[in-house]
């Protein structure tokens, strides 16, 4: 699968037509980043690495700027469906919370 935010990523594609429709761009920012949060907590259990993860983490953070509320509500609710996990939810918002300390 394509990396987050790359071209051929499906939230970017999303985002694409999105922005047809719509002008509103937190929104298309928050359908194409959607999956980076997910990806770097990811990253943090398969590679354990936890500098990387959240470094990444933080320039999501930086890159959603005030859609950030926005983005933590649609994390939670697609993390809500059956069978995902919540600990990357949990792991996304403690590292939201320290860089806000």
């Keep these: ?11 970017t594609l999303a985002a694409e037509f999105l922005e047809r429709f ?17 990806a770097a907590w990811l990253g943090l259990v398969k590679r354990g690495d936890r500098r990387r993860a959240e470094r990444r983490a933080h320039e999501l953070l930086k890159r959603l700027g005030p859609a950030l509320p926005f983005f933590q ?4 609710a697609d993390n809500a469906t ?17 860089r806000n300390a």
């Design 1 to 11: 699968s394509a990396r987050v935010g790359s071209p051929g990523h499906h939230g």
């Design 22 to 38: 719509v002008d509103d761009d937190e929104l298309v920012e928050v359908v194409r980043w959607h999956d980076e949060a997910f």
């Design 73 to 76: 509500r649609f994390f939670r």
């Design 82 to 98: 059956e069978g995902k996990s919540p600990e990357s939810v949990e792991w996304f918002e403690s590292v939201a919370r320290k």
